[in-house]
């Protein structure tokens, strides 16, 4: 059974340092990888999207990194903003079927200061 | 980016009603949706995957008889949270594959609906 671990949980950081969030997963055949940002109360906005036959995605100030060997993914925000704060979720969905849904992590919670 | 609509956001019942909860495919055809639900400071955990003219599958654990799913269209699916109770309240999210999208497997999510049952 595929599980997902995201380190830190939690994280606080002034702002404009970079930053890297951690994904890693047990079942290393995944069909894609998804990062995603969460606010307070609200849905998930979907950041990154890592096929498996992909090693990165690049998003503005984001870039996700996937080793699908290693089961392990990385999200680097760069100069980090206090809008960046929020919950950050990673998701992979398996390789089996492409329209399985997405198993989480339990996410990293960012908190940038001004 | 495809944009899927929850509705209600904020739902408050009464032990013992029922309460329907909706989600919609604005601008996709979407054969396949997938209910999740969250509680406070834990992570999304998969309820059931419905699929456009057929009977839901719910994950181990999930009552298919407290939670119904219909999904009759392929914009719409809907929950029902029969005879909810105070430990259903939570917060439930929809999400939805686009069949045509640029991108197999990637997943668009409603903005959630928070049930508090009194």
């Known amino acids: 059974k595929q599980e997902v671990t995201q380190i830190p949980a939690a994280l606080s950081v002034p702002e404009g340092e970079n930053l890297v969030l951690n994904c890693s997963f047990t079942?290393?055949?995944?069909?894609?990888l998804q990062w995603f940002r969460q606010d307070p109360g609200k849905g998930l906005t979907s950041l990154l999207l890592i096929q498996s036959s992909q090693r990165e995605q690049t998003s503005g100030r984001l870039n996700a990194s996937l080793d699908k060997s290693s089961g392990r993914s990385t999200l680097y925000i760069a100069a980090s903003q206090p809008g960046d704060s929020a919950t950050y979720l990673c998701?992979?969905?398996?390789?089996?079927?492409?329209?399985?849904?997405?198993?989480f992590g339990k996410g990293t919670t960012l908190s940038v200061s001004s | 980016g495809a944009v899927v609509s929850q509705h209600p956001s904020r739902v408050i019942c009464k032990s013992g009603t029922s309460v329907k909860i909706e989600c919609r495919s604005l601008d996709f055809q979407a054969t396949t949706m997938f209910w999740y639900r969250q509680f406070p400071k834990q992570s999304l955990m998969l309820m059931a995957t419905s699929n456009e003219g057929s009977k839901a599958t719910y994950e181990q654990g999930v009552e298919k008889d407290k939670f119904l799913i219909n999904h009759a269209s392929l914009t719409l699916s809907t929950l029902t949270v029969t005879s909810a109770h105070p430990e259903d309240s939570s917060f439930y999210i929809c999400s939805a594959r686009d069949r045509w999208g640029p991108l197999p497997g990637e997943l668009f999510f409603g903005e959630g609906s928070r049930l508090t049952v009194l």
């Open positions: 079942d290393s055949a995944i069909y894609n």
């Open positions: 998701a992979v969905s398996s390789v089996h079927e492409a329209g399985t849904a997405l198993i």
